[in-house]
């Protein structure tokens, strides 16, 4: 009895094994039919392609997008093989072979593509394998793409758009090519490319070495392919022209060593400030632009379209509401106007708590937030997604003069009349370390790039430069003949730029401690300087109405000694390469943006009546 369920149960299962593989034979030949079926409407495409009836406008770009037509023969030819439409492949290859003999590149090509009956044999040719492997990079002008797509979209091309997605890659030149650009194309093609003249060229695809998407060129010496060593590969992955990879980096050179280029210069004006404006910041992200007045007053307005508009609050902390507070309609229709103008928002946010005049503002990295100095003594942090004060630090004991967050938000200083800096935690009320060591009062302070060093200027008439977790005086800058008002590090935290009332910029390497150069030019007080991001210039604002820009570069570390740029016919400084000067009242500061944009703060001049 159980023998014969055994052999039941044998039965069924290979019946059914039997049903299977006869569905799944069905369900390959179905695949293979329709895949048969796209590769046939694909050829009918192509040649449809070959015969385009372009304008003689479209002519030059017609011949640059007939380059497509060298490498798609090859894949549709490839592809019929491989589905195994011998006789398709032998009439497509007799048809249209002969377009492409007259180059020796593509002919050595196409010659083989007469002798492969199977996907063993493309495999066999290392040529062929190539194609079947990467895909063949044609690089088109934006006018011949455009045409491309034109006739794409002109027609039922689907089958084609396949074909050209699955084995061709397109890329697109917007400007002019020239000598030294590293291409893979012909000479054809970049005339065409260039509106340059293609007479005598029936088709630019014919001398077009092919190059290849996501294959490293060779060394030097011999071509190696993706599956073997010494194997010979088209042109297109072999080393290429030396001669303009030496054009290349020569370019490359005389552009660091030459001229820097000058920067655009954008100067926000402030108008019937009756003398009250004390500082003006743009933040990093030239969103909000800051302002601090004697009126003991920060304003902040909005630098885009959008209007400032507070986040709302979920409890009111600054009133109490008391019983008789909710029978009175008269408060509720004033919180209803409140609430109305807080949602709509406003271009102008005013934000009120210092008792006096304030000195500076300085803006956290990312926006978030904003700190203020004042002459009472105190440090405030605004929120500014509810524009409120959230925040209170106390320490000094004078009025305190400047105010500088750390390159990544984690600390800030301050300088006071107390004649010390102050550093600062946002999570502490108090300070974390005490910088003593100037004789007069610390008119500015300013972090390194890299957190660990707090610089200061003094009215003194020293800078020092302090080890920020110690609290030691590594550095003593001496030299300046007035107090210094304005301090400034590099981006490569190589040099420290200073600057104040005689009127000198300096620049200070800090590995050495030495002078670098002492920069003329101004002919009053210097009130802020600034570093572009690469740092080759550095911007400086003075008294005088004039914003300068010095070249550092030129010069420092190459042998030359402090001062040994000739000078300019005004007395000026040879590095001086830019001056902005306006119809101003007092240019307040500058500050270099991540994109070169030299961003300038000041008052206009009031206008007289007559």
Excluded at 294 to 306: F, G, N, Q, T
Excluded at 562 to 569: D, E, F, H, V
Aim: with cysteine; glycine share 10%; charged share 20%.
């Amino acid at each position: 009895m159980v023998r014969v369920m055994v052999r039941v149960v044998v039965l069924v299962m290979v019946r059914v094994v039997v049903v299977l593989v006869g569905v799944l034979v069905v369900v390959v030949r179905v695949m293979k039919r329709v895949r048969t079926e796209q590769i046939q409407h694909a050829v009918a495409q192509y040649l449809k392609r070959r015969h385009p009836t372009p304008s003689k406008a479209e002519l030059p770009w017609a011949r640059e997008v007939s380059a497509v037509l060298y490498p798609l023969f090859v894949y549709l030819h490839l592809d019929m093989v491989r589905c195994g439409l011998k006789a398709a492949a032998d009439a497509f290859y007799g048809r249209f072979h002969g377009a492409f003999l007259s180059d020796g590149e593509q002919r050595a090509t196409v010659e083989q593509l007469r002798h492969v009956l199977t996907p063993q044999d493309a495999a066999a040719s290392t040529k062929l394998s190539a194609f079947l492997q990467h895909k063949y990079v044609v690089r088109l002008s934006e006018p011949a793409y455009g045409y491309l797509l034109r006739y794409l979209q002109s027609e039922d091309n689907g089958a084609l758009c396949r074909s050209l997605g699955a084995h061709l890659q397109l890329e697109v030149t917007a400007a002019k090519r020239t000598d030294y650009q590293l291409y893979g194309a012909g000479a054809a093609a970049a005339a065409a490319a260039n509106g340059g003249p293609v007479s005598g060229v029936p088709n630019p695809a014919l001398t077009s070495p092919p190059t290849w998407a996501g294959m490293e060129g060779a060394e030097s010496g011999g071509g190696a392919g993706a599956g073997g060593e010494g194997a010979e590969l088209p042109a297109g992955v072999l080393p290429q022209n030396e001669a303009a990879l030496e054009a290349l980096q020569d370019a490359i050179r005389r552009v660091r060593e030459g001229p820097p280029s000058l920067t655009t210069v954008c100067f926000y004006a402030f108008q019937h400030t009756e003398q009250l404006l004390n500082t003006a910041e743009v933040s990093a992200d030239s969103r909000l632009l800051a302002a601090g007045f004697d009126s003991s007053a920060v304003k902040l307005w909005s630098l885009r379209p959008r209007k400032l508009k507070p986040r709302p609050h979920l409890v009111d902390v600054s009133r109490v509401h008391l019983a008789c507070d909710m029978l009175g309609q008269h408060e509720d229709e004033e919180e209803a106007e409140e609430e109305e103008e807080a949602s709509s928002g406003c271009e102008i946010q005013t934000l009120r708590g210092h008792s006096g005049p304030v000195f500076r503002t300085s803006f956290l990295t990312d926006s978030s937030g904003l700190l203020s100095c004042s002459e009472d003594t105190t440090i405030r942090y605004w929120d500014l997604g509810s524009f409120t004060n959230t925040a209170l630090y106390r320490g000094h004991a004078y009025p305190v003069w400047d105010v500088d967050v750390s390159p990544c938000s984690l600390y800030f200083a301050s300088g006071s009349h107390d004649r010390t800096a102050r550093l600062w935690t946002f999570s502490r009320t108090y300070p974390l370390r005490l910088y003593a060591g100037h004789l007069a009062d610390v008119d500015c302070v300013k972090f390194h790039p890299n957190s660990n060093y707090l610089a200061t200027g003094s009215t003194d008439k020293t800078v020092r430069l302090w080890s920020a977790q110690q609290g030691a005086s590594v550095r003593l800058f001496t030299g300046h003949r007035g107090p210094v008002l304005a301090l400034a590090f590099s981006p490569d935290g190589k040099y420290l730029a200073s600057a104040g009332e005689d009127q000198r910029v300096k620049l200070w390497d800090l590995a050495s401690g030495g002078l670098v150069k002492d920069l003329r030019g101004h002919t009053d007080g210097v009130c802020s300087l600034s570093f572009s991001p690469d740092s080759t210039l550095v911007a400086s604002a003075a008294t005088d109405n004039s914003v300068r820009v010095w070249d550092v570069v030129r010069g420092a570390g190459g042998g030359s000694h402090a001062g040994g740029t000739p000078a300019a016919a005004d007395g000026s400084s040879g590095e001086l390469v830019g001056l902005y000067a306006g119809t101003t009242a007092s240019v307040l500061s500058v500050q270099f943006m991540a994109c070169n944009l030299l961003l300038v703060t000041g008052t206009a001049q009031e206008k007289t009546e007559q």
